[in-house]
């Protein structure tokens, strides 16, 4: 079955509303990773978080491994935060990575 | 900046045919992977590499191949194309653990 869980599925906001996206996982694993997607783009990395908390900018990701779950929290949404936001657990010795489906947020201005 | 290509960007290929989706990275990365992304499924594993020569299965590996001739190539290679595998690919490269992985363009690729 799917190892990672990814939560909302969408989310639409308006400018400067707070977003929470999640990510839950049900293997061991190396680090949580996350990435952004802009609409037919490549993917670029946002956050390599093993364990604990990170910041970013607007941006902060917490990784609580015995909770089996990492958040992606982004504050002040602008119209540029839209796209699509992808979690990705890292496993194994060969750095493999399991993607969750993604997070699509819009922001409306 | 990690930089990673991929050629070509589009193509249109007919069920059958053979298909080579290149990728190149001027990182010096050890690993390289190679993904498909399709609605529903997110990204999946296809393929990667720790260094020339080798070439290791991922998650989907059935109906590709993959070469791995220098540190800096990967191809992926669809020796008989089917529908099935119409899919935007991603190449990416990393150093391995405690790294994160770098993602090439895309290369959308299209079977009739």
């Known amino acids: 079955g799917q190892q990672v869980q990814q939560s909302p599925a969408s989310l639409v906001l308006q400018e400067g509303e707070n977003a929470e996206l999640q990510c839950n996982f049900s293997?061991?694993?190396?680090?949580m990773q996350w990435f952004y997607q802009r609409p037919g783009g490549s993917l670029v990395s946002l956050f390599y978080?093993?364990?604990g908390t990170k910041h970013s900018g607007r941006l902060t990701s917490t990784t609580v491994i015995k909770e089996r779950r990492s958040s992606l929290h982004i504050s002040s949404s602008q119209t540029t935060d839209s796209g699509t936001y992808l979690c990705a657990l890292e496993q194994g010795t060969g750095s493999k990575l399991s993607f969750g489906k993604g997070a699509k947020l819009t922001v409306s201005p | 900046e990690a930089a990673v290509t991929q050629s070509p960007r589009n193509k249109v290929a007919v069920t059958g045919g053979k298909v080579t989706l290149s990728c190149n990275q001027t990182?010096?990365?050890?690993?390289m992977y190679w993904y498909r992304q399709d609605t529903g499924h997110g990204l999946r594993l296809i393929h990667y590499?720790?260094?020339?020569?080798?070439?290791e299965k991922g998650d989907i590996p059935d109906g590709y191949k993959a070469s791995r001739p220098s540190q800096e190539n990967f191809s992926l290679i669809l020796e008989l194309a089917t529908p099935s595998q119409t899919s935007v690919y991603f190449c990416?490269?990393?150093?391995?653990?405690?790294?994160?992985?770098?993602f090439g363009p895309g290369t959308r690729l299209l079977v009739l």
């Open positions: 990416a490269s990393g150093l391995g653990r405690w790294d994160t992985q770098y």
């Open positions: 990182n010096n990365h050890n690993n």
């Open positions: 978080n093993p364990s």
């Open positions: 293997t061991s694993l190396n680090s």
């Open positions: 590499s720790y260094g020339a020569g080798s070439t």
